[in-house]
């Protein structure tokens, strides 16, 4: 772990963001409408953590323990008073200890470090397999659209692409959480192969899983 802790406002939700995804928020409560406007004046992030127990609206949430912390993209405000905010996540953090001195959670976190991830035959073949399965994925998706995927973009360095995959799986809040909290790059890969295969099956023409262009327009190129 990194250590040194830092104060950072939480947003509990029923959602596992990962490092690198983008996330489209409705915010109507007041505290958190507070928590952006705080935000956003001292330019600073914030932090999402699944909820463990508790509702999202109202009440009191308890938050595991590792969570993402987010930069503000943009931040719009609805004719109703509500906003509309875009976060992308960007570096794992573990809550040492809460403070409740605001009307919105405030964790004393530490930055979660990844292991480095050395060059070695079982980092090929992860990455290798891993790159097959999401182009099977992908083709076998929007062939049920005849769409033909042309090219799969994706990242180079594997830990990023672990990230990339995680958000990709169709997989319960607490397998997310699990694979959000590992601080091993391959064993991440290697515990989301099977997830993936199942994703591949999914994708077998049949009733059509719901994908939005927007959430994947930066990894896939159509012909």
């Known amino acids: ?16 963001l990962f490092p690198y995804a983008p996330l489209q928020l409705h915010v109507f409560e007041s505290r958190y409408r507070e928590l952006i406007q705080y935000c956003s004046e001292e330019d ?7 909820i463990r ?5 109202g009440g009191e949430a308890e938050p595991y323990m590792v ?6 993209v943009d931040v719009r405000t609805n004719a109703d008073g509500t906003l509309a905010v875009q ?11 809460m403070d409740d001195d605001r009307p919105y959670l405030v964790g004393q976190v530490e930055r979660v470090v990844e292991m480095e991830v050395e060059d070695s035959p079982r980092c090929d073949a992860l990455v290798l397999k891993t790159r097959e399965y999401l182009k099977q994925y992908f083709e076998g998706h929007f062939a049920q659209f005849d769409m033909k995927v042309a090219e799969v973009r994706l990242h180079e360095d594997p830990t990023v692409l672990s990230f990339q995959v995680a958000s990709l799986l169709h997989v ?3 397998q997310k959480q699990y694979l959000l909290e590992m601080t091993d790059t391959l ?4 515990t989301m192969l099977p997830m993936l295969e199942q994703l591949i099956l999914e994708a077998e023409p049949g009733p059509v899983q719901p994908m939005h262009r ?10």
Request: charged share 25%.
């Open 1 to 16: 772990m990194g250590g040194h802790l830092e104060p950072l406002p939480l947003f509990p939700l029923h959602t596992v």
């Open 187 to 190: 064993e991440r890969l290697s």
């Open 87 to 97: 976060v992308v996540g960007q570096r794992r953090f573990r809550i040492r200890r």
């Open 44 to 50: 600073t992030g914030f932090g999402i953590v699944l």
């Open 172 to 174: 319960d809040d607490r």
């Open 53 to 57: 127990q508790g509702a999202e609206v």
């Open 67 to 72: 969570g993402t912390a987010v930069r503000i």
């Open 214 to 223: 927007q959430d994947h327009e930066g990894w896939i190129f159509k012909n």
